[in-house]
């Protein structure tokens, strides 16, 4: 089965760290890109990091640039994103997500579930 | 970063109806904008990528067109699961943006 399943998400304090991880099957996760996109509540989506597929490329919104990391393991076919410096404004849902097509065409053909990330004192 | 803003931000309609969904961008993104379906508690799927390009599994009776700063999503006859939030989204350039979404709802 094609899947992507998110882990780690919680409440955490402001200024506080959170590792999100997403677990990819029934593709060949090492030829994908990926991306986390993020949405809060009753928000629209606001896509966040990409990284490609040997993780030879990262971008980053300017939202989180300096606080968060994407990074991969193709061994383990996992996807992660470490934040820290949370901030309440980072609460969310986070979908990680492939990229269809080719190398950075930046739609998205598969998302995860969602882990929903809380900031709050 | 390019804007993405969609019309209306809310629809009614009722089952079989044909609906249209306007996206436009704030510069010139060429036929790099796809569109996505997410219904409440769920994760976005997408529909339609490069302006008019099915997704496989989509339903015909969903179709894009446009170019340049304008496009439209269209559903022929709407079924009850139709009724769901629908985004636009840019792939022109990075940051990729996505349109605030329109609420489609049962009339």
């Known amino acids: 089965q094609v899947q992507l399943v998110e882990s780690g998400g919680g409440l955490v304090k402001p200024g506080g760290s959170l590792r999100l991880s997403c677990a990819g099957s029934g593709f060949t996760f090492s030829d994908s890109y990926m991306t986390w996109i993020r949405q809060a509540p009753g928000k629209g989506l606001e896509w966040i990091s990409y990284?490609?597929?040997?993780?030879?490329?990262?971008y980053y919104a300017d939202s989180v640039k300096g606080r968060f990391t994407i990074s991969r393991d193709n061994a383990k076919n996992s996807l992660y994103l470490q934040m820290n410096d949370l901030r309440v404004e980072d609460a969310a849902v986070y979908y990680c997500?492939?990229?269809?097509?080719?190398?950075?065409?930046?739609?998205?053909?598969?998302w995860g579930q969602g882990a929903l990330v809380t900031v709050s004192s | 970063d390019i804007q993405m803003t969609q019309s209306p931000s809310s629809l009614s309609a009722s089952v079989g109806d044909r609906v249209t969904i306007t996206c436009r961008a704030s510069?010139?993104?060429?036929?790099?904008l796809n569109w996505y379906q997410q219904h409440p508690g769920k994760a976005p799927r997408l529909l339609i990528y490069?302006?008019?390009n099915l997704e496989p599994g989509v339903p015909s009776r969903f179709s894009g067109s446009g170019s340049g700063t304008d496009f439209t999503l269209t559903i022929s006859s709407l079924q009850p699961e139709d009724f769901s939030t629908y985004y636009c989204q840019q792939s022109y350039n990075n940051p990729p943006t996505f349109g605030q979404g329109t609420k489609l709802e049962i009339k």
């Open positions: 510069q010139n993104i060429a036929s790099f």
């Open positions: 997500a492939r990229e269809g097509g080719a190398a950075a065409d930046f739609y998205f053909d598969l």
């Open positions: 490069t302006t008019s």
């Open positions: 990284i490609s597929s040997h993780a030879t490329t990262t």
